[in-house]
């Protein structure tokens, strides 16, 4: 059976339109792919509060003492609660440098660890008790007055 050419397609659930979701200014999930797209233009404060969405998630649903964190899993943790799990996160290497530098800013201020190459947040350190007592926006509050400090 051949189609005619004024006939639409049959949508299929899930396949184009309508499968991405704008979770922020800059931030689109694929929910087909699982994929999390973030676009270079993004505001520092909107960076800090998909940290502090991350942070806090992976915080929370920790099991053991020790939360270990690299810049692409504190991004891919960031809507795990509202979307589950994310796949993979597509963003230009700029967002995973500067999220790296928040994390450096946070070794240097005493909240977390670097062991091994790999920054680790124990439960013993002040951040655990704010990402897993706070919402995500005063987590971010939080994580910008720690940075602005040490920058002077």
């Known amino acids: 059976m051949k189609q005619g050419l004024n006939v639409d397609p049959t949508p299929v659930r899930g396949v184009g339109a309508g499968t991405k979701l704008k979770l922020m200014p ?3 999930l694929d929910t087909t792919s ?5 676009n270079y233009p993004v505001e520092y404060k909107s960076l ?5 969405r991350g942070l806090r998630s ?3 649903h920790n099991r053991g003492n020790t939360t270990y964190l690299k810049s692409t899993k504190i991004l891919k943790a960031a809507f795990y609660d509202e979307y589950g799990q994310v796949k993979s996160v597509h963003t230009p290497v700029v967002i995973i440098t500067q999220v790296n530098y928040i994390l450096r800013k946070l070794k240097e201020a005493g909240l977390i660890d ?5 920054y680790a947040l124990p439960k013993t350190s002040p951040l655990w008790d704010v990402a897993k007592n706070s919402t995500p926006r005063e987590l971010a509050e939080f994580l910008f007055e720690t940075i602005m400090t040490l920058e002077g």
């Open 26 to 28: 800059g931030v689109e």
């Open 34 to 38: 699982r994929v999390l797209r973030i």
């Open 48 to 52: 800090l509060l998909l940290v502090a």
């Open 114 to 118: 670097k062991v091994d190459g790999v």
């Open 58 to 60: 992976l915080v929370t």
